[in-house]
Nanobody, 123 residues
Framework: QVQLVESGGGLVQAGGSLRLSCAAS????????IGWFRQAPGKEREFVAA????????YYADSMKGRFTTSRDNAQNTAYLQMSSLKPEDTAVYYC????????????????WGQGTVVTVSS
């Protein structure tokens, strides 16, 4: 079992920045790739970004490229999502998830999920 806890969400003005954290406990964090997803009210959960277990490779949804950066510190059992140039349409609940194999873009391939943290971007 891996327990994931997101933090760092909040209210920010358009153009601002936030850094989300995903703290893990349980099994070895470094064995898992970490994905970030978001779900806006009335919409399906969508892929935001992912980072391989080693931190050597990262992946982003097209609309996040250049604005969001994911990183991880395996010694601290924590992954991060740095978000900048935020827009009102980035308002959503943001989740981190852990995966051992499969497509990092596919929610159904993930093994563990956090409870989510709310990000609200005001115009």
């Amino acid at each position: 079992q891996v327990q994931l806890v997101e933090s760092g969400g909040g209210l920010v003005q358009a153009g601002g920045s936030l850094r989300l954290s995903c703290a893990a406990s349980g099994r070895t964090f470094g064995n898992y790739d970490i994905g970030w997803f978001r779900q806006a009210p009335g919409k399906e959960r969508e892929f935001v970004a992912a980072i391989r277990w080693s931190g050597g490779s990262t992946y982003y949804a097209d609309s996040m490229k250049g604005r969001f950066t994911t990183s991880r510190d395996n010694a601290q059992n924590t992954a991060y999502l740095q978000m900048s140039s935020l827009k009102p349409e980035d308002t959503a609940v943001y989740y981190c998830a852990a995966i051992t194999s499969g497509s990092c873009h596919d929610t159904s391939d993930y093994d563990y999920w956090g409870q989510g943290t709310v990000v609200t971007v005001s115009s």
